[in-house]
């Protein structure tokens, strides 16, 4: 049988051929090979419109030959034409054909483009070396301490000063100058101050108007953790509902509910492709500026990511609960009360978690264009050239950040572990569940007072928000503000590409050493060990947006500023998913190459690497999907791109041409959130 499919193959080979030079990819569509066949046509189409956008609008690859002005980027694309006709041959007469060859060509062409488009100048990283050094020295000495000497002004106490203070004090020599906490780090973390009450306290009826008492005025961090807090829980009180109107296997129960899953799993799929931040700009325009508006716009966006995490985790339940209640003649809110939340609970509860981790990032950035919290704080202290200041923040933001994130782990690790909980006694146990919901209660209502949480403000919006959606409805295409956007599109996700490759070229080498069963149980390995850890725990602790106010300084306003802070983001987290892919491969192949007195490196080389290059590749084709969302707004801080296309659009009321910025992203984000699934579903 299997010579016959060969024999019949072998003589379609011509008619493969042929079909291949005229429509590629059509000869390994002909031979079954759909996703193949597919995949290289689209290249060949991709690469032929960048080649020629790139050449029109910034002039790459051009070359003069006599009176013709050409680029040379053609000839790998023609060289790509012949290698889909050698591959389609080679799959007709049954050979193995080599995607790598294509592989290298598309890239070749998308890289030279990527690289002149993004204006990536690595030299600037040497010639401007001061400039970074000034940077460093600033994030390393933080405006968080000040030594008060007699008659003196206090000074900023940095690391150094600090390391000194604690030598003089072990020692018992005399210690000059007091330590102190400094006005900054006061304005991030909150001070006591003499003045009128709460209006909490004067509605219980403890304190009257005209009283005078201490009390705590929230610092920007405060406020930052407010707002994560704040979001999440109405963004969990929205989505749970919403959610079994976006479940296949719950609305197809219901007569028109099948329309009513594709509206509502559209409707996610479009608010959660704009980022927080460009939410932030239209919710600035109904509410006005501050805490608030944050809150709103990171509930938006979070109302929508935990839908589609909801409805999902709604379609993958057991159906045999469901059919055995269904069996008893229960309705459908019988069934979704009996047999659909009993298994729905525990993971909710998990994926809600994860959205506090994520919300807690995402508020320290929300402030750039909403206001209130540590964002704009940032915002500011840049502005007015406080480098020791914004090192303050990025350093407790970081502290923060990771306790979450530890906090967010440790709780969802004990919720989706399957153990019998400990009996306790119904006294105990109604006991503790009053004083957390008192505890919640008063968390809530704090967090309220400082969001400054206005909800009428909602019913009063903004005399400019109507004009503002009726912009956005009516969204300007005509083809000056089409070229503006597609160029600006395309270099962002050009920059996205050049971020996830640099950020791996680093990740790769240094997620082995951050890998325990590789660095081995020695003193020095498993500092290394521990090093590299807490060095990606930091690093991805703070979202690219922050990181660009580095670069800009370092390297420059422009997309390379963007792409390499985007690429710290990327090496931290590519660098810990890798790490724990390699920690989770079979332990079984490792022992049998060490068993022949293989050395270390050819036990990572015959071992190790084979199990981990498929998820490698997943990991890589998911975080160039993330970094081209993180891409669109990182030009609000100086990183170029359609963030900043977008900013100005804003920042001049041009409401409907940011539309149509808004139209491209949404556009972008769900075909490239499409494509990275298809490619990880084939390639892994």
Known sequence: ?????????????????????????????????????????????????????????????????????????????????????WDARHLATGKPGNIGVGVLLAALILYVIAWNVTDVRLERLVTRFADARKVAADLANPDIFTLSAPGQEPKICGL??????????????????????????????GRTKVGPPSDWLIRLGLATKDAQAPRFQAGKLVET??????????????????????????????????????????????????????????????????SFAGVIALTIHSVAALGKLYSEEIEHIDP??????????????KVIRYAVIPQIVPPFLAYTLLRWDINM??????????????????????????????????????????LVDYLSARWRANILEDRPRQAVTGR???????????????????????????????????PTFWRLVRDFVTIDLSQDVLEIVTKQMLITVFQALLATTFGAIFAIPASFLAA???????????????????LFNVLRSIEALLYVAIFVYWVGIGPFAGAMALA???????????????????????????????????????????????????YLIYQWDINIRMATIIGFAGGGGIGLQLSTFFGMLQYHKAGTVVLFIVVVVALMDFASAKLREKLV
């Not at 719950?250 to 594709?262: L, Q």
């Not at 202290?381 to 303050?392: D, L, P, V």
Request: proline content about 3%.
């Open 320 to 333: 045999g609960p469901v059919e055995a209640v269904t069996a008893t003649g229960a309705n459908l809110f």
């Open 428 to 462: 105990r146990l109604s006991l503790r569940t009053v004083i957390y919901i008192v505890l919640g209660l008063a968390l809530f209502a704090y967090c309220w007072n400082v969001a400054k949480i206005n909800v009428q403000a909602l019913f009063e919006p903004a």
């Open 1 to 85: 049988m299997a010579s016959s499919i060969s024999t019949t193959s072998a003589r379609a080979a011509p008619l493969v051929t042929l079909l291949s030079v005229f429509i590629p990819g059509a000869g390994q569509f002909y031979l079954h090979k759909r996703w193949r066949g597919a995949l290289i046509l689209l290249f060949v189409g991709l690469l032929a419109f960048v080649i020629n956008w790139a050449l029109a609008t910034f002039k790459i690859g051009r070359v003069t030959l006599g009176a013709f002005t050409t680029s040379w980027l053609w000839l790998p694309l023609i060289l790509f034409w012949a290698w889909n006709i």
């Open 361 to 402: 990032r995402s508020a320290t950035v929300v402030g750039f264009v909403a206001g209130g919290g540590i964002g704009f704080f940032v915002v500011e202290t840049i502005r007015q050239g406080g480098y020791r200041e914004y090192a303050a923040a990025l350093w407790t933001v970081a502290v923060v950040i990771i």
């Open 516 to 534: 325990k069963n590789l660095t081995g149980r020695s003193k020095l390995s498993a500092w290394v060990y521990y090093v590299m850890r807490s």
């Open 160 to 189: 150094g000063c600090l390391v000194e203070q604690a030598r003089l004090r072990l020692t018992g020599a005399e210690v000059k100058g007091t330590l102190r906490t400094s006005e900054n780090f006061r304005d991030i973390m």
């Open 568 to 618: 710290v983001t990327t090496f931290a987290l590519l660098g810990k998913l890798f790490s724990e892919a390699i920690e989770n491969i079979d332990l079984g192949p490792m022992e049998a190459v060490a068993a022949t007195g293989a050395n270390r490196l050819q036990v990572i080389r015959y071992a190790v690497l084979p199990q981990i290059i498929p998820p490698f590749i997943s």
């Open 225 to 290: 953790i407010a707002i994560g807090l704040l979001a999440t829980l109405f963004s969990t009180l929205l989505a749970v509902p919403l959610s079994f109107f976006a479940a296949h296997n719950v609305m197809s129960r219901v007569p028109g509910g099948s329309t009513i899953y594709y509206v509502m799993r559209t409707l996610l799929n479009v608010v959660r492709a704009v980022d927080t931040v460009i939410w932030g700009l239209i919710v600035v325009v109904w509410v006005g500026l501050g």
